[in-house]
C-alpha cells in the first residue's frame, strides 16, 4: 500500500527520465483503447516538435571525463 508522500515507481521513472531530457507521454488504458488513432496523434505530434527542437545535452556517465 501507498502512503502519504511516497512516491510510486512510474513517477520515479518518469523523473529520471526526465532528468536525463527524455518526456514520457501519459495516457489511461481506456483511452488508448477508445482513442487509440487520437493517442496516436499525440505521440507522433510530440516527436514531430522533438524533432525541431535541439537535444539537450546528455548527462555524463559515471566514470566519464
Given at each position: 500500500m501507498?502512503?502519504?508522500?511516497?512516491?510510486?515507481?512510474?513517477?520515479?521513472?518518469?523523473?529520471?527520465?526526465?532528468?536525463?531530457?527524455?518526456?514520457?507521454?501519459?495516457?489511461?488504458?481506456d483511452?488508448?483503447?477508445?482513442?487509440?488513432?487520437?493517442?496516436?496523434?499525440?505521440i507522433?505530434?510530440?516527436?514531430?516538435?522533438q524533432?525541431?527542437?535541439?537535444?539537450?545535452p546528455?548527462?555524463?556517465?559515471?566514470?566519464?571525463?
Amino acid at each position: 500500500m501507498r502512503g502519504k508522500g511516497r512516491k510510486g515507481n512510474g513517477v520515479r521513472r518518469t523523473e529520471c527520465l526526465g532528468s536525463a531530457g527524455f518526456t514520457v507521454p501519459k495516457f489511461w488504458n481506456d483511452e488508448i483503447f477508445k482513442n487509440a488513432k487520437g493517442v496516436i496523434e499525440v505521440i507522433m505530434r510530440a516527436l514531430a516538435d522533438q524533432a525541431r527542437t535541439p537535444p539537450p545535452p546528455r548527462p555524463s556517465l559515471e566514470g566519464e571525463s
